[in-house]
């Protein structure tokens, strides 16, 4: 499957392709990987150690806890694993690298500048966050798009260098 054409729009251009290098947990997946593990302690384990019985409704409560804390992280990891980044002149798409479909989108005129976590071996995490008096905190029409920005980019620096260069206007 062709992604580059596949989610461009009519007159837009092509600047750059990829998917993420390998599978990342971000700060969301390891914030509610932890709730979800002091939720099976507080709910499961340490009635169990304390030899209580566990009535239907605490087994319920604590297991349907974990899988909804887990099973959104997992859900999360899995559409990361299909996914494919396009940038082009005027958006940046994600699209389904299976089937070609755009699953999400967004113009950079709405974006704030990219920021970019760059690892040792040049891939990284590139999120569009604005500034306030809180320090670095994420624009409200990035949420919908990019909760967890464009992950495991490789070539991070070059990729965030060329969503700035776009949204100037300069492409």
Known sequence: MDLSADGQLPGERLLWWGRPQRLTLTLLDWGQFA???LWGIATIVIPVARHDPLSFL???VGVGGLASLWGAVAARVRARRSVAYLVT???IVLADRF??????SAYLGTLPPPFARIRQD???TIVFRSSSRFGLMPARSSVPLLVSGLVAVPEAGRVRDLIAWA???QA
């Open 35 to 37: 709730i979800g593990l």
């Open 58 to 60: 605490a087994w319920v």
């Open 89 to 91: 002149d005027r958006r």
């Open 99 to 104: 089937s070609g479909r755009t699953r999400a």
């Open 122 to 124: 040049g891939s990284g």
């Open 167 to 169: 949204q100037a206007g």
